[in-house]
């Protein structure tokens, strides 16, 4: 059974920075993929970044590329999102995804676990 739980999300200034923490468990972590994902309302889930936590190997997506950083500490299970310069536009809830192998996708079906979202609202 693989478990993700989201933290760190709140209400920020434009221009501020954020870290989200995504708590892992199960085999998606120990030898598979981390994802982020973040959906607005009325607009479908978007690819943020994902990781291979025991690689340490990573890949950001064009939705916050050069704003962004995906990160792991395997001694706590726990895949990072370190947001920079934020804007209003990054407002949406933010969603940790595994896969149990070490494939790169940025497609939602490819992600059989998903945790309940932490909310990041940037105001202008």
């Known amino acids: 059974q693989v478990q993700l739980v989201e933290s760190g999300g709140g209400l920020v200034q434009a221009g501020d920075s954020l870290r989200l923490s995504c708590a892992a468990s199960?085999?998606?972590?120990?030898?598979?993929?981390i994802a982020w994902f973040r959906q607005s309302p009325g607009k479908e889930r978007e690819f943020v970044a994902q990781i291979y936590p025991s690689a340490d190997s990573t890949f950001v997506g064009n939705a916050m590329k050069g704003r962004v950083t995906i990160s792991a500490d395997n001694a706590k299970n726990t895949v990072y999102l370190q947001m920079n310069s934020l804007k209003p536009e990054d407002t949406a809830k933010y969603y940790c995804a595994g896969r149990p192998e070490m494939r790169w996708s940025s497609r939602t079906t490819d992600y059989p676990y998903w945790g309940q979202g932490t909310q990041v609202t940037v105001s202008s």
């Open positions: 199960g085999r998606a972590f120990s030898s598979g993929s």
